[in-house]
């Protein structure tokens, strides 16, 4: 078993000081004066709905018994079925779960799609079980949250550690539960039993389109531009695929094995099929080795951080060129290191607009399930193009009106939404 999602995210350790959850926090309330939202709101998004711990003992492989920690957090279901990723990672605890369930709160407002926010996992690193050890945990884990999750309730999909496969046994795990095949449980399923066309390239195709559609409207061409992608996992892979297919040189991409550059550029195509012949960027015809961190702060003219949060943060912040800087990774760059940039006049596009290509066509797929009418590649992406120009309308609809900065905007705009439908929703009873 071998789950693919951002190779490097999976050991690492999150920075000092970034408690995902604080985090959110202070952006609600360093936002607070722009919402326009009633304090009753803001005192919703402090306070997640629902927050589960669970225990989830599985047999191993030499027939003993391990104890994992599971969590799932339904941050908000003020805008529909709470809806968000689950990870595997080693070290993953309640805060990183809560702060990341309410990032995808604000993340499906930002696209104005019918959800709320959640988001769950399990504390294990993935590499050091088997795939049947990882089988019998994800069926416990999902047996233990049975009555919680379902298509009309939270979706959970692929995250960190976690993949295709994992999200088929879940579907399966509650189905056998429920007694009837239940595909909408979750998205990123494989296509050959309910998933959509498009899911897996999603999230890296969508930061593409930000990038575009900022540089766009902020009269930066891309004609000759550069870009450096930090992590070739599924996000870094397909931003960097898409970045290819428009033009732009992408000079330097890393893995966990390490990082490679090219002046010329790299091709983007040819690198998908070696990463997957050989495991690894390194060695690829034409490019040299460098230094992993010197790959954040080469001189290009886009940088997408697809790896982990806090990857730009206070001590290499000033010395990032580059010009757009695509959150691919949530919370890429810390708080402190988004004011430096800001300082330095760099675009920054936060991981609530970048990042949610994912999330739009996990959109896609639960209303092809609804429907078992399933759409073509092509309506997929025209379909995912034109979601990401109508929610940069709308945010720099906001960003100009108020004067703010994307990240601001696009916080003010989802905090809005909320507020209408809390609003119309009233308080029950
Ligand atoms: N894990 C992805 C994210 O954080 C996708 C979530 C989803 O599709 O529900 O955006």
Not at 230 to 255: I, P, T
Request: net charge negative.
């Amino acid at each position: 078993m071998n789950p693919d999602n951002e190779p490097q995210a999976r050991n690492e350790v999150q920075p000092e000081n970034l408690n995902l959850w604080h985090a959110f926090l202070a952006q609600v309330n360093e936002n607070q004066i722009y919402f326009g939202a009633s304090q009753e709101t803001l005192e919703y998004l402090r306070h997640p709905k629902r927050m589960v711990t669970v225990s989830v003992p599985a047999r191993m492989d030499d027939g003993s018994v391990r104890f994992f920690t599971g969590y799932r957090v339904q941050h908000s279901i003020s805008r529909g079925p709470a809806k968000g990723g689950l990870r595997y990672r080693a070290g993953l605890n309640l805060d990183e779960v809560r702060g990341l369930a309410a990032a995808m709160t604000i993340k499906c407002a930002v696209m104005n799609l019918p959800f709320g926010g959640a988001k769950g996992g399990i504390d294990v690193d993935p590499k050091t079980l088997s795939r049947s050890e990882i089988e019998r945990m994800t069926r416990r884990y999902t047996s233990e949250l049975v009555d919680l999750i379902g298509p009309d309730k939270d979706i959970p999909a692929p995250d960190t550690g976690t993949n295709e496969q994992i999200m088929a046994w879940i579907m399966d795990t509650y189905s056998q539960n429920k007694g009837s095949t239940v595909t909408g449980v979750v998205t990123g399923k494989p296509v050959a039993m309910g998933g959509s066309l498009g899911r897996v390239e999603a999230p890296g195709r969508g930061i593409a389109y930000s990038i575009f559609g900022v540089a766009s409207r902020e009269g930066i061409s891309l004609e000759k531009a550069s870009a450096a992608v930090q992590g070739f996992g599924m996000v870094g892979r397909y931003a960097a695929l898409g970045l290819f297919e428009r033009g732009v040189r992408v000079v330097a991409v890393s893995d966990s094995s390490g990082a490679i550059y090219a002046h010329d550029g790299l091709d983007i195509p040819r690198l998908l099929e070696y990463k997957t012949e050989n495991g690894s960027v390194l060695g690829f015809h034409g490019a040299k080795r460098i230094d992993q961190e010197s790959l954040l702060t080469l001189p290009v003219d886009v940088l997408v951080p697809a790896v982990r949060e806090g990857a730009i943060h206070a001590g290499n912040a000033a010395k990032v060129e580059a010009q757009i800087i695509a959150e691919g990774a949530n919370h890429a760059i810390t708080r402190a290191a988004d004011t430096i940039l800001e300082r330095e006049g760099r675009f920054i596009i936060p991981d609530y607009l970048a990042n949610s290509g994912g999330v739009v066509v996990s959109y896609y797929e639960w209303v092809q399930d609804f429907n078992n009418f399933y759409w073509t590649e092509e309506e997929i992406r025209q379909n995912l193009e034109q979601h990401f120009t109508h929610a940069l309308e709308s945010v720099y609809a906001l960003k100009l009106e108020r004067g703010l900065n994307l990240r601001q905007a696009a916080f003010v705009l989802a905090v809005s939404r909320i507020n209408e439908s809390t609003n119309l929703r009233g308080l029950y009873p």
